[in-house]
């Protein structure tokens, strides 16, 4: 749990992680719990003011992809979108990536941006 500044997002406030892995393939599940739907809206509508942040279709209040730097490891890309009163997002999980990683060794150890989308959607079902 990250009391404050998920993804380092000021204002957006506290959330839960859980990493998960299938196989090889890991990844990392956001949830942020708001007061009401308005809060929500506000949360994703703070992701998609980060820089290099887009909005995309795929689910009903849109989703937002962005690329998130923790550290020295390298960039994670997120997709993330809101039902109600919750925000949820799909995420690489940064202990597997290596700085210097080819597409390929990148897509055996995580999700594609499809893969998260669709996750996604299961979650927010």
């Keep these: 749990y990250v009391i404050k500044d998920v993804l380092g997002v000021g204002g957006v406030g506290g959330g839960a992680f859980g990493y998960y892995r299938d196989g090889d393939k890991r990844w990392r599940a956001l949830t942020l719990a708001r007061e009401d739907a308005d809060q929500a809206k506000d949360v994703l509508a703070s992701f998609a003011k980060q820089p290099g942040a887009t909005k995309e279709k795929g689910v009903e209040g849109g989703l937002v992809?962005?690329?998130h730097k923790e550290g020295d490891?390298?960039?994670t890309e997120w997709i993330?979108?809101?039902?109600?009163k919750v925000v949820i997002g799909i995420g690489d999980e940064a202990r597997v990536?290596?700085?210097g990683m080819t597409a390929e060794e990148n897509a055996k150890v995580s999700l594609t941006k499809e893969q998260k989308t669709e996750r996604l959607k299961k979650a927010l079902e």
């Design 97 to 99: 990536l290596r700085a």
């Design 80 to 84: 993330l979108a809101r039902k109600d």
């Design 73 to 75: 490891a390298p960039p």
């Design 65 to 67: 992809r962005l690329m």
